[in-house]
């Protein structure tokens, strides 16, 4: 069993940053690959970014390439996801998750674990 407890989030003009923390509880950091997803008002759970247990592997959704870095410190069993240059399309609700397996991988259903979730919100 994994418990994931995110923090960090709250309002930002666009333009500006966030960093979205995740602490995870259980078993160790690096039994597992650890991803980032968001869920928009009246939209469904999209995935945002993920990494490897080792940090070898990165994965990105497309439109955040380039402004968004997820990071994780296995000893700290912490996951980190930095948020530059946001844009009021970034809005919602971000949570973590503990995956199946080792590896990054953007399939929602790999992720058996999920924190309560953080809300973003980027005004215009």
């Known amino acids: 069993q994994v418990r994931l407890v995110e923090s960090g989030g709250g309002l930002v003009q666009a333009g500006g940053s966030l960093r979205l923390s995740c602490a995870a509880f259980?078993?160790?950091?690096?039994?597992?690959?650890m991803g980032w997803f968001r869920q928009a008002p009246g939209k469904e759970r999209t995935f945002v970014a993920a990494?490897?247990?080792?940090?070898?592997?990165?994965i990105y959704e497309d439109s955040v390439k380039g402004r968004f870095t997820v990071v994780r410190d296995n000893a700290k069993n912490t996951m980190y996801l930095q948020m530059n240059s946001l844009k009021p399309e970034d809005t919602a609700v971000y949570y973590c998750?503990?995956?199946?397996?080792?590896?990054?991988?953007?399939?929602?259903?790999?992720?058996?674990?999920w924190g309560q979730g953080t809300q973003v919100t980027v005004s215009s």
């Open positions: 990494i490897s247990w080792s940090s070898s592997t990165i």
């Open positions: 259980g078993r160790s950091g690096r039994d597992y690959g």
């Open positions: 998750a503990a995956a199946r397996g080792l590896l990054a991988t953007r399939l929602r259903d790999e992720y058996p674990y």
